[in-house]
């Protein structure tokens, strides 16, 4: 498998709160195991979105990567990090870049002064050990 930024015929499922501009990207989510060859498993939510949105498949709209890139160009960073990958983009604070929600830890910084923990060799993600 290549990196999903090498396929220009690959999408992402965006929230249309983003394709509108009533909202900012929040939160990215990589579902495991897509169904189609050009789905990359990326959810991109915004900041407004809720459950009740979330839960209507009607508020998402495939995006060519490209367009997700004008949407927000630090996801060019992330992109082949693996299945199961749950991103917030926090651009709260001084430092604008990529946490785990979970542990709050940062992941990847969005002008990319961090270097994530992992590789992608030969389509394989491959963590690295600090």
């Known amino acids: 498998m290549r990196s999903v930024f090498h396929q220009p015929e ?3 499922l965006a929230s249309k709160h983003l394709t509108d501009g009533s909202g900012s990207l929040r939160w990215v989510y990589r579902e495991l195991a897509p169904t189609e060859q050009q789905d990359t498993g990326w959810f ?3 900041d407004n979105d809720n459950k009740a949105w979330n839960d209507d498949p009607k508020n998402f709209m495939p995006l060519v990567i490209d367009a997700a890139l004008a949407i927000e160009s630090s996801l060019s960073f992330i992109l082949d ?8 983009l926090d651009d709260h ?3 604008k870049g990529w946490l785990d929600p979970t542990t709050r830890t940062l992941v990847w910084l969005s002008d990319a002064s961090i270097v994530p923990n992992f590789k992608v060799i030969d389509g394989e993600v ?3 050990s600090n």
């Open 81 to 88: 990090m693996p299945y199961g990958t749950d991103l917030v």
């Open 93 to 95: 604070s001084e430092i």
């Open 44 to 46: 991109l939510f915004a």
């Open 10 to 12: 690959a999408v992402v």
């Open 126 to 128: 491959i963590e690295i």
